[in-house]
Structure formats: C-alpha cells, structure tokens
C-alpha cells in the first residue's frame, strides 16, 4: 500500500457497548440502521461494520436480527456499501456465529486475532470501568476462517496487538488464510497495543504481504490515529462503535457526521476516498451469492 491508493473508509455502525442515553444518535432498528447506511454512503463511507441489536437495544447474535439490519441496509443504499459482519463476542459459541454469517452472506467479516485482557479504565475513579478476558484461540479463529472459506466471506483480521499480526502468518503456512489479506490495527483498548502512531508503524510492519490495512482507533485518540494511518498510506474506520466524538469535542449527531469528517481528512493530506467499486477490488473481494430471505 501507498499515498497513492484510495483510502477504504469504513463505518461502525453501532457497536454492542453504547446506548442512546450515552449518544441518541446510536441505531437500534432496521430502519435506524437503513437511515444511518444512507447517511454513511452520502458522506463517503463504503463499507459498513455491523453488530446487530434487538429493536429495543439489546445485543442480539440472532440470524433474525441480522438478517433484518442486512436487508433494511441494502434496500436503502443497494451495492453502494460492503458488508461487514461482527463475530466478535464473548460467551456466544463459534456455532452460532457461523450460523448468521452462513444465512446472510456478508462480503465481509471480521475475525479477532487473539485472546487478551479486554477493559477501560478510568484515571477520575483510579478504577477500571469494566474489565474482562476477552477469549479467541486459535481453534475458534481456524473454525471461523473455515466457515468464511466455504462461504466466500472476505476476513477483516482485526488486530489488537503486534502478537496478533504475528498470528497471522502460520494460518497462511496452514492454507487456512488466503492472501491477499484485510487487517485491520485495533489501537486504544486497554490490555492492547497502546495508540501512537509509532505502535501503528510497527504493527503494520509486521504484517504479512500482500495486505490492505486500516488502523481503528478507539476513543479519544480516534483521530490522531486516523491522521496516522493516512499518512502512512493506510485505510481508516470511524463510526459510533469506536468514538461518539468529533475532533472538536462535539458529540456526533449521525454517524455521517464522523464518516464526513474522516473523508474530509483523507483530502486534506491529499488522498482521496476509494468508490465502492475500488474498495472490492483492493480487498479482493469477489462477487458474492445472493441469498434468499425466504
């Protein structure tokens, strides 16, 4: 990759973690999705990342849920967006995931590259908000890659560590992962690389080629990491999973607003946003089964 790619802008949509009382502006239903995707492709995002929700919030793994935030989106903006399915989680079996991938056929879905200790910590309280051990062994990760192998879904390898990265190379040893790959550098979380734009060198020098790469950035320092990743000739992700902020400290109205910002960024360092049509053809994404409601 280089300053001279297009740069992938992709939107988390809503996340499993934030609520309406924290930011209004968070998706429950598939309408909300719908009016939120429409919102996202006017801006220049072209790839949406998506965890699914009951209409009244809840965190839902159903095949139900998603297959109805899927269908709402399409029916808004059609092929003008990628698909990107969570299957991240915690406590939900590998079995159920695979289920709602199998059924809806995202282009994309994201794979958690390691296991890790998962939290947020608060320097007003000296205290840790949450904090958890976040599991992916490598069998659950071999048993997802297998089932996004037999199903045509593009892996997004969401990379939370340099470890992570280094996790990456004996499954394409195995045959398990086929190049080229779609890494993603997950930077902000505590019990992860810490988010400077020299840990988001070395990471994305440890990737293995050939590669697209994006950088995540969690929180506050979304931006800055945004601004890194640009300047490194990388893709970016924003969105109200990540960051409820703009840079000026307002809190986004829709997540266009964020997808606005990040696209009005990338020409401000003298890149320009990937179409739709460009960013299936850097992360080498082929045309996907359709696949019935019914």
């Known amino acids: 990759m280089s300053l001279e790619d297009p740069v992938v802008i992709t939107c988390s949509i809503s996340g499993a973690i934030a609520n309406r009382e924290q930011c209004p502006a968070i998706p429950y239903t598939p309408a909300e999705y719908a009016a939120e995707a429409r919102r996202i492709?006017?801006?220049?995002?072209?790839?949406?990342?998506?965890?699914?929700r009951t209409p009244d919030g809840t965190p839902s793994y159903e095949v139900e849920d998603f297959q109805a935030i899927s269908?709402?989106?399409?029916?808004?903006?059609?092929?003008?967006?990628?698909?990107?399915?969570?299957?991240?989680?915690?406590?939900?079996?590998?079995?159920?995931?695979?289920?709602?991938?199998?059924?809806?056929?995202p282009e994309v879905a994201a794979l958690n590259m390691g296991s890790m200790n998962y939290a947020?910590?608060?320097?007003?309280?000296?205290?840790?908000?949450?904090?958890?051990?976040?599991?992916n062994p490598f069998e659950e990760i071999i048993e997802l890659l297998e089932a996004m192998n037999e199903l045509g879904i593009k892996p997004e390898h969401e990379c939370f560590d340099v470890g992570h990265v280094g996790s990456l190379a004996p499954l394409i040893d195995m045959g398990v992962l086929?190049?080229?790959?779609?890494?993603?550098?997950?930077?902000?979380?505590?019990g992860g690389i810490p988010p400077t734009a020299r840990n988001l060198a070395a990471m994305v020098d440890n990737i293995p080629e050939p590669a697209h790469w994006g950088v995540i950035g969690i929180s506050r320092d979304q931006w800055m990491l945004v601004s890194a990743a640009l300047s490194l000739g990388g893709s970016i992700r924003v969105g109200l999973e990540d960051n409820l902020y703009l840079p000026d400290g307002r809190m986004a109205r829709s997540n266009g607003e964020l997808i606005a910002k990040a696209r009005q960024m990338t020409e401000d360092m003298g890149r320009r946003a990937a179409s739709v049509q460009e960013a299936r053809a850097m992360l080498a994404i082929g045309a996907r089964e359709r696949v019935s409601s019914a």
């Open 178 to 190: 086929r190049t080229p790959l779609h890494v993603d550098c997950v930077m902000g979380v505590v």
């Open 41 to 52: 492709v006017d801006e220049g995002g072209v790839m949406i990342h998506i965890h699914a």
């Open 120 to 135: 947020k910590y608060s320097r007003a309280r000296r205290d840790f908000v949450f904090k958890m051990v976040f599991a």
């Open 71 to 105: 269908e709402a989106i399409r029916a808004e903006v059609a092929e003008a967006v990628i698909i990107n399915f969570s299957t991240g989680t915690i406590g939900v079996p590998v079995a159920k995931r695979i289920a709602y991938l199998r059924a809806c056929r």
